[in-house]
T-cell receptor
Framework: KAGVTQTPRYLIKTRGQQVTLSCSPI?????VSWYQQTPGQGLQFLFE???????NKGNFPGRFSGRQFSNSRSEMNVSTLELGDSALYLC???????????????????FGQGTRLTVV | GNSVTQMEGPVTLSEEAFLTINCTYT??????LFWYVQYPGEGLQLLLK?????DKGSNKGFEATYRKETTSFHLEKGSVQVSDSAVYFC??????????FGTGTSLTVIP
């Protein structure tokens, strides 16, 4: 079974440009979450999509956006890039969105290798 | 709100030494707790998890027990190997699929 695939692995962009990152979850998984990892801030939650709907959003500016397609693949977009957006962007795939308090805990996340974005 | 505090690194140990990485949490509900590991150039891999109080998660010689009374989930291993060198993240998940991660602890094991 293939794992979570993120493309591209590396990107170099110039300030002010925009970028689109892609994530293909594990087959059958319908939830995709995105995280930003930086040395200073650690791992920060960006947003989560389930069944093409954004279910949850972290505390990031509106320049960060995402979407999910009917095949569960997800993209995230960052517009008007800033130097501080340089980071490793990780995608996490989960089987489902917990529908009740009772089954909240067992859903583990499988992470991709990430996309390393460098803004110059 | 939800947050995780874990032991600052880096940690350097000799092979076969005992490992403890401390992790405490704050949560509004009854979270599940996880340890993830990140090897250089890789994403995060689940190491172990525990979904309720007093549960013990274990994998590859690593163990952690969910202690509600002390709000802790400390990671332990009796005898570390060079291949255990990595960054370890403690995390909690409450409702939904959002994880709250600690800052990570870098472990280097020397032969």
């Amino acid at each position: 079974k293939a794992g979570v695939t993120q493309t591209p692995r590396y990107l170099i962009k110039t300030r002010g440009q925009q970028v689109t990152l892609s994530c293909s979850p594990i087959s059958g998984h319908r939830s995709v979450s995105w995280y930003q990892q930086t040395p200073g801030q650690g791992l920060q939650f960006l947003f989560e999509y389930f069944s093409e709907t954004q279910r949850n959003k972290g505390n990031f500016p509106g320049r960060f956006s995402g979407r999910q397609f009917s095949n569960s693949r997800s993209e995230m977009n960052v517009s008007t890039l800033e130097l501080g957006d340089s980071a490793l962007y990780l995608c996490a795939s989960s089987l489902a969105y917990p529908r009740s308090y009772r089954d909240r805990g067992g859903t583990e996340a499988f992470f991709g290798q990430g996309t390393r974005l460098t803004v110059v | 709100g939800n947050s995780v505090t874990q032991m600052e690194g880096p940690v350097t140990l000799s092979e076969e030494a005992f490992l403890t990485i401390n992790c405490t949490y704050t949560a509004t509900g009854y979270p599940s707790l996880f340890w993830y590991v990140q090897y250089p150039g890789e994403g995060l891999q689940l190491l172990l998890k525990a979904t309720k109080a007093d549960d013990k998660g274990s994998n590859k010689g690593f163990e952690a027990t969910y202690r509600k009374e002390t709000t802790s989930f400390h990671l332990e291993k009796g005898s570390v190997q060079v291949s255990d060198s990595a960054v370890y993240f403690c995390a909690l998940k409450d409702t939904g699929n959002q994880f709250y991660f600690g800052t990570g602890t870098s472990l280097t094991v020397i032969p």
